[in-house]
């Protein structure tokens, strides 16, 4: 069930997920789909939801176009949040309220055919060299668009156009933790080790997951990452492992 839109100015919708779930919609507010503006609203959101929902809040779950808003039953309901939303959209939605609070990550990164069994076909699929497509996926600058499948799994956009792959036909049964990784537009690091269909092209010696820290996560999302090579002998000093 979907309630009505905001306004024309600001054309979300309000789904029920669940009895004690909304999914804020917010696919009308980009129409080209995901990107930088859209990564910046949802940063907005993640910072004053919380403020504008109180203790009622159990947790946001924000991904590419759309925020998850938990809710406990014994403190409000699908409708009170709805006038909360609708009362504060000139806050939450226009573009003056985003803020560029959003932290920038540097992973380091060891770029190698033992360290990323498929960086040496992903070169010769698109005809470059494994310098150039460690350069290329190294330059880049990486939002973080969700965050999911594993705790500390990231989805980073978007990648070099000259390096989109398509995911393996056949995924393997176990991928090495760190290991960093593409699939069509994006790049991640698997922060522990796992199934996985997606292309090896080195390893990150830095872990990414932790129960007992906080926070337990290094990044965001709306965050920046950013992978810097590294050599062999300076992965095992950082506790890389082969």
Same mark, same amino acid.
């Given at each position: 069930?979907?309630?009505?839109?905001?306004?024309?100015?600001?054309?979300?919708?309000?789904?029920?997920?669940?009895?004690?779930?909304?999914?804020? &919609?917010?696919?009308?507010?980009?129409?080209?789909?995901?990107?930088?503006?859209?990564?910046?609203?949802?940063?907005?959101?993640?910072?004053?939801?919380?403020?504008?929902?109180?203790?009622?809040?159990?947790e946001?779950?924000?991904?590419?176009?759309?925020?998850?808003? =938990?809710?406990?039953?014994?403190?409000?309901?699908?409708?009170?949040?709805?006038?909360?939303?609708?009362?504060?959209?000139?806050?939450?939605?226009? @573009?003056?309220?985003?803020?560029?609070?959003?932290? =920038?990550?540097?992973? @380091?990164?060891?770029?190698?055919?033992? #360290?990323g @069994?498929?960086?040496?076909? %992903?070169? *010769?699929?698109?005809?470059?060299?494994?310098?150039?497509?460690?350069?290329?996926? #190294?330059?880049?600058?990486?939002?973080?668009?969700?965050?999911?499948?594993? @705790?500390?799994?990231?989805?980073?956009?978007?990648? &070099?156009?000259?390096m989109?792959?398509?995911?393996?036909?056949?995924?393997?049964?176990?991928?090495?933790?760190?290991?960093?990784?593409?699939?069509?537009?994006?790049?991640? %690091?698997?922060? *522990?080790? #796992?199934?996985?269909?997606?292309?090896?092209?080195?390893?990150?010696?830095?872990?990414?997951? &932790?129960?007992?820290?906080?926070?337990?996560?290094?990044?965001? %999302?709306?965050?920046t %990452?950013?992978?810097v090579?590294?050599?062999?002998?300076?992965?095992?000093?950082?506790?890389?492992?082969?």
């Amino acid at each position: 069930m979907h309630l009505q839109l905001l306004s024309a100015e600001f054309p979300v919708r309000l789904r029920i997920h669940s009895e004690q779930a909304l999914l804020l &919609d917010l696919t009308a507010l980009a129409p080209q789909g995901p990107g930088p503006a859209l990564m910046q609203l949802m940063h907005n959101l993640r910072t004053q939801l919380p403020a504008l929902l109180g203790d009622a809040l159990l947790e946001l779950v924000p991904s590419y176009t759309s925020v998850l808003i =938990i809710f406990d039953l014994l403190k409000t309901d699908h409708g009170e949040i709805w006038q909360k939303i609708v009362s504060a959209q000139m806050q939450l939605f226009r @573009p003056e309220a985003q803020t560029n609070a959003n932290k =920038i990550i540097e992973l @380091p990164c060891y770029y190698s055919v033992e #360290s990323g @069994p498929d960086l040496a076909g %992903v070169a *010769a699929l698109h005809q470059l060299s494994l310098a150039e497509l460690v350069k290329l996926h #190294s330059q880049q600058s990486y939002q973080v668009y969700a965050i999911g499948f594993a @705790p500390g799994f990231a989805y980073l956009g978007f990648t &070099d156009p000259r390096m989109n792959t398509p995911r393996l036909a056949n995924p393997r049964p176990v991928v090495a933790a760190g290991s960093v990784a593409i699939a069509d537009r994006q790049t991640a %690091v698997y922060p *522990a080790a #796992s199934p996985g269909g997606w292309h090896l092209l080195g390893n990150c010696p830095l872990p990414l997951f &932790d129960l007992h820290a906080d926070p337990m996560l290094p990044f965001a %999302v709306g965050d920046t %990452v950013r992978f810097v090579p590294i050599e062999r002998s300076e992965f095992l000093r950082l506790g890389g492992q082969l």
